[in-house]
């Protein structure tokens, strides 16, 4: 009896060992379908183009600004992250607009502002004028040459940014008319 009780010690000691050092791993989640509160927008997280230009036959997708959504907006606050200087610069921009970004090599290229950014078939267009998903169009351009040319979400920063070692751009809200 002695030695079983010891051989079943020995095995749950082993296989706890065994569980206890291995590192426990989450698998990533499942980007949620959709466009509504609390969920990247639709095509984010699924193959094809990051930041939602191009349309099923590789070409762009037709950005359409509702009438009542290009009354509302003029611009956006932008935040330039520099990274070598820790430190972080707003920036009000006007949208269709280029903006030279001071002290820097970077120049923003500004374009349309949706409120709720919505993928329809060949085009892209805002669903209402909420800031349910609020997106802006920007091509950004470091040394004259083309780096970055999507959309930056509001609500969802990380979803496609623009990131290097030298600077991070977000979005970080609309300004209205």
């Known amino acids: 009896m002695k030695r079983f009780a010891l051989l079943v010690a020995l095995l749950v000691t082993i296989g706890l060992a065994a569980t206890g050092c291995k590192k426990k791993e989450t698998p990533p989640p499942m980007p949620p379908q959709g466009a509504g509160p609390g969920q990247p927008p639709p095509g984010m997280g699924q193959g094809g183009a990051p930041h939602g230009d191009m349309g099923s036959a590789g070409g762009e997708k037709k950005v359409v600004v509702p009438e009542d959504v290009k009354k509302a907006w003029t611009g956006a606050k932008i935040e330039v992250e520099f990274k ?47 800031l349910e998903n609020p997106a802006l169009r920007v091509e950004i351009m470091q040394g004259g040459n083309g780096v970055f040319k999507g959309w930056l979400f509001g609500k969802f920063p990380a979803v496609h940014p623009f990131q290097d070692n030298t600077y991070g751009v977000i979005m970080l809200e609309p300004i209205k008319k």
Do not use: Y
Request: hydrophobic share 30%.
């Open 84 to 130: 070598q200087k820790k430190s972080k610069k707003t920036f009000n921009v006007d949208l269709n607009s280029t903006f030279k970004v001071p002290d820097s090599d970077l120049t923003l290229k500004v374009g349309e502002f949706l409120p709720h950014f919505a993928m329809n078939g060949d085009s892209i267009t805002s669903n209402s004028t909420k």
